[in-house]
């Protein structure tokens, strides 16, 4: 089942821009994580973000948890061309016998012009 | 270093045919290993996962199974398609690390069904 809903579903912006994803899921989680995935390929895994945690950075990305809001937000700094590429937030199952197989939302696609 | 290797990259298969997708995983041992399925335009939905050997959990009822013959292969098949198994299908890995569920990617293999 699809856990995290991803808000918009579609973005495009121009190079140099902040490009902001938001993901909202329905159950407690453990951690959330953000992964992007070019077109046609397997999703790279970009941040992971705790339960306890508020915020976090990684290079030109930030996230940050709203735990009481059951949000994220995933803000890619000063956007390049190469940030073109679909971002999916992921919740965990949180069941130990599952191997905590994560859930995905449907994705945002981030289409970055030069 | 971990690397994930998932074959074939692509197939044309007719409706009633069998499938066989494999994926192996190098340079680790009893590795958590998953199979998704991404239908165009739509998020991942998790099909199979295994946290051990001979061990496969279904997560959705289907036209599909697994088996994980040996400690780092899983293997997705189908004694008969049908025309909506086409998607692209992404097989993962990860540590059983508890709750820091980060999963590694293959580069998928698309499968279009006739």
């Known amino acids: 089942s699809q856990q995290g809903e991803e808000d918009p579903q579609a973005l495009s912006i121009q190079e140099g821009e902040n490009a902001t994803m938001n993901c909202s899921y329905k159950?407690?989680?453990?951690?959330l994580q953000w992964y992007r995935q070019n077109s046609g390929r397997g999703l790279v895994h970009l941040i992971l973000i705790r339960s306890n945690e508020r915020e976090k950075h990684s290079g030109r990305l930030r996230v940050t948890l709203d735990t009481s809001k059951k949000s994220s937000s995933l803000l890619i700094t000063a956007s390049r061309a190469a940030d073109t590429a679909s971002y999916f937030c992921?919740?965990?199952?949180?069941?130990?016998?599952?191997?905590?197989?994560?859930?995905f939302g449907k994705g945002t696609s981030l289409l970055v012009t030069p | 270093s971990q690397t994930i290797h998932q074959w074939p990259a692509t197939l044309v298969q007719p409706v009633g045919s069998p499938l066989s997708l494999e994926c192996t995983v190098e340079?680790?041992?009893?590795?958590?290993l998953y199979w998704y399925r991404q239908a165009a335009g739509r998020g991942l939905q998790l099909l199979f996962y295994s946290v051990g050997i001979g061990q496969i959990s279904s997560e959705v009822p289907q036209n599909l199974s697994a088996s994980r013959p040996q400690d780092r292969q899983f293997i997705l098949s189908s004694k008969k398609l049908l025309l909506s198994d086409s998607g692209f299908y992404l097989c993962?890995?990860?540590?059983?690390?508890?709750?820091?569920?980060?999963?590694?990617f293959g580069a998928g293999s698309r499968l279009t069904v006739l």
């Open positions: 992921a919740t965990a199952a949180g069941r130990s016998n599952s191997g905590y197989a994560l859930n």
């Open positions: 993962a890995w990860s540590y059983d690390t508890g709750r820091a569920n980060v999963l590694t």
């Open positions: 159950t407690s989680i453990n951690n």
């Open positions: 340079g680790t041992s009893n590795p958590n």
